[in-house]
DNA sequence: CGATGCCACTTGAACCCGTC
DNA sequence: GACGGGTTCAAGTGGCATCG
């Protein structure tokens, strides 16, 4: 199976973002595939530290992506591009779990839909790939972790992103950065201490980015932002 | 090669807030 | 009011890059 990583082309990859954006508002409409293709992997890891259903993190996804480009004219070229997209994600993901919350206290039924929902399991092309036990096992243990501490770990450790990048993405003060990761890891170290550099989890594999890339490329071209 | 500064991490203490 | 969990602040430590 492909990795994302791989999938950019060479002439391409030597784009910092702030110069494709600066050719997509100059009409490269085709470009904004780059971005999305660049940045799959990480929304996705993102999204999944937030919401445990992947087909909504894939919508959220498509959102956000459209989002970032209906307003790509306002991107300030001041933060890092990466920052700006990943908060719309973030801002989209958590108006998803309100939303969520709220239809969840008006259901009368909402402990049935609960038994159901939490009973069952998750059979996608992520799972099958994820085969090794290891694998599993962090995937697991870190799915585990309360919300605001996995999407701490997710966007540090494994998204290897600065804390100060951190600290602008999820909307946190650098101190509870630090503590959430310190107490993450802590709950994590028992068992997955050799394995939290582990590059491999949750991958976002080469079709479903193409999905991905051809349903937002479709709205896309529709919009005009020029 | 040691001094220095920066960045990140760790830890403890104090405080806040919601729950029982 | 007690308790637990979360947040904030401050101080100390370690790793790393840079400079003289």
Redesign the pocket.
């Known amino acids: 199976m492909i990795r994302l990583d791989d999938q950019e082309d060479i002439a391409t990859k030597s784009l910092d973002d702030s110069k494709i954006v600066q050719e997509i508002l100059e009409g490269k409409k085709d470009l904004y595939t780059v971005i999305i293709r660049r940045y799959n992997q990480r929304l996705f890891r993102i999204g999944l530290s937030i919401i445990d259903d992947e087909s909504v993190i894939e919508e959220i996804m498509q959102i956000a992506y459209i989002k970032a480009y209906e307003n790509l004219e306002k991107f300030r070229f001041e933060a890092r591009f990466s920052t700006w997209l990943i908060r719309i994600l973030v801002n989209e993901s958590l108006m998803y779990l309100k939303r969520r919350e709220q239809t969840y206290k008006r259901s009368k039924n909402h402990l049935e839909t609960d038994v159901l929902q939490s009973s069952v399991e998750y059979n996608t092309p992520l799972k099958e790939m994820l085969n090794s036990e290891l694998r599993t096992a962090l995937e697991s243990s870190i799915k585990a972790l ?1 919300e ?1 501490y996995r999407t701490v770990f997710i966007v ?1 450790v494994i998204e290897n992103m ?3 990048e951190t600290m602008e993405c999820l909307e ?2 650098e ?9 993450a ?1 802590i709950m994590l170290r028992n068992k997955l201490n050799s394995y939290v550099q582990n590059e491999e989890i949750m991958q976002f594999y080469k079709p479903r980015c193409d999905k991905m890339v051809d349903a937002v490329m479709k709205r896309v071209l529709q919009i005009d932002i020029t």
Not at 175 to 183: C, D, E
């Open positions: 309360p605001k540090r600065s804390v100060a946190l003060t101190a509870s950065v630090k503590v959430r990761l310190n107490r890891k």
